[in-house]
């Protein structure tokens, strides 16, 4: 970038930025939601409350509809990689396409067909748990959808299963002895998986919260409401405990197989044993802390970037700050749900701490969404220049067609901007169109 002139190159870095974002709420909501309902109506069922099955009723009908706009992103989002990566993509459908094959097999195409099921089933079966029973393939699909997709990006992270040769500019001109089981179970798919799977269920369930802490805010006050805000709240305080571990393991594994992306996200410039940990730009006065939490020893040395050419170093302000916002807003959704667990279980009486613990919670569903964004503002910078690790660079990934990129630029962001005004609008005329005094005595008993 030169100045204020975006080159070809960033204008598809923007346009893929713009698509995964938008994307990125579907993503969320589509492998969240679903285990939300489900755990919901069959809480409904066990405790013989209806207010739990409501829940789930009514979060199926924003769950369709999330479903289909996110199915229309997510086939954009495929058309873009083989307009403008189609470097990368050549490497890829021919090393790791497996796990889009899977995903389309054991993930879109359960969730396709058990959806309009359990949608339109409420009052078509002889038991609830046969109803229930219908959602099991919807999560099922969803979770697998985000486990296979995320071995993708592994893979443009620790790339395995094929060898290859290069040519004098250092570009890949075959692979052979490709294994693609190897290529989609890489060092990295365990640990990427589980934190990126465990962040939509954080972000769903804060997402559900903070909606439902409005609506309380705003007075109305229904055992409904109250009841699907401590159940989000819950569910928000599991999933994020478990995610923190989980995100805790993947910083660990950076350290060892991406240590310039490590280095990035703890702004090391030097390689040192006994590395302090540093939060934004306060230096956490505790020797060896950093390599505490990365190694697990105090003496443990940290590889700094004085290790790597400058010319293969992320943005590491901009990889840092993302990082410590990430931590920062994953530390504030364990403690604010903790606090209220604690205020509507044990302190009830306190009015005043109970109606504190609903605003405590009202920002964490946008900061939900953007710790998600940030996370993978932290994955794809913090690998920068590559886009295969250490074997194919972004530039040499990116399409030769420069013209198009810019009008597709602004083509997409138009189009998904409208995309997003339509999609809230539906959904806003359609819960005010269904509210909940209409209709909601037995769920299972029709409309």
């Known amino acids: 970038m030169t100045g204020t002139t975006l080159s070809p190159l960033d ?35 066990l405790k013989k409350r209806n207010e739990f099955s409501l829940m789930a009723r009514r979060w199926s009908y924003g769950f369709s509809i999330m479903f289909g706009v996110g199915a229309a992103s997510g086939t954009a989002v495929a058309f873009e990689l083989y307009l403008l990566w189609p470097t990368f993509m050549n490497i890829a459908t021919r090393v790791v396409a497996l796990p889009f094959f899977l995903e389309v097999v054991f993930g879109f ?6 959806l309009p099921i359990y949608y339109y089933g409420w009052n078509r079966f002889s038991k609830p748990i ?28 620790t790339p395995a299963g094929f060898s290859y040769t290069m040519n004098a500019q250092g570009l890949i001109t075959s692979v052979y002895n490709v294994n693609p089981i190897a290529a989609m179970f890489n060092p990295a ?26 609506r309380i805010i705003r ?35 950076l350290s060892q197989y991406q240590p310039e992306k490590f280095a990035a996200m703890e702004e090391l410039y030097r390689t040192q044993s006994y590395a302090f940990e540093k939060f934004f730009n306060y230096t956490i006065p505790v020797r060896g802390l950093m390599s505490f939490l990365a190694d697990g020893r105090w003496n443990a ?9 400058a010319s293969t170093w992320p943005d590491v302000p901009l990889v840092h700050a993302a ?23 044990l302190l009830k009486r306190h009015i005043s701490l109970v109606n504190l613990a609903y605003y405590a919670v009202l920002p964490s569903g946008p900061l939900a969404y953007l710790t998600f964004l940030l996370g993978w503002i932290v994955d794809e910078e913090g690998r920068q220049p590559w886009i295969i690790y250490n ?57």
């Open 301 to 309: 040395t940290m590889t700094g970037l004085d290790n790597f050419p």
């Open 189 to 214: 798919t365990p640990f990427e998986t589980s934190h990126v799977v465990g962040a939509t269920y954080v972000g769903t369930a804060f997402m559900i919260a903070s909606i439902y802490a409005y």
């Open 391 to 447: 074997l194919m660079t972004v530039k040499q990934g990116f399409t030769t067609s420069y013209s198009a990129v810019p009008l597709l630029f602004f083509s997409f962001l138009t189009f998904y901007t409208l995309l997003t005004v339509i999609t809230v609008y539906i959904l806003q005329r359609y819960y005010k169109a269904h509210p909940l005094n209409k209709g909601d005595g037995s769920v299972y008993g029709g409309d």
């Open 11 to 45: 204008y598809g870095r923007l346009l893929m930025a713009v698509t995964l974002g938008f994307h990125s709420l579907f993503i969320i909501l589509g492998v969240g939601l679903s285990a939300m309902m489900s755990i919901a109506e069959l809480l409904g069922i």
């Open 109 to 114: 195409f359960p969730e396709a067909i058990f």
């Open 219 to 253: 007075g109305d006050r229904s055992n409904y409401n109250i009841l699907a805000f401590k159940f989000a709240v819950v569910f928000g305080f599991i999933s994020s405990a478990l995610d923190g571990i989980a995100g805790s393991l993947s910083a660990t594994f």
């Open 323 to 345: 990082f410590d916002l990430m931590s920062a807003f994953g530390f504030y959704f364990v403690i604010v749900s903790f606090a209220a667990i604690v205020a509507f279980s």
């Open 130 to 157: 046969y109803h229930w029973l219908a959602s099991l393939p919807i999560v099922i699909g969803s979770a697998l959808s985000g486990f296979l997709i995320v071995t993708v990006n592994s893979f443009m992270n």
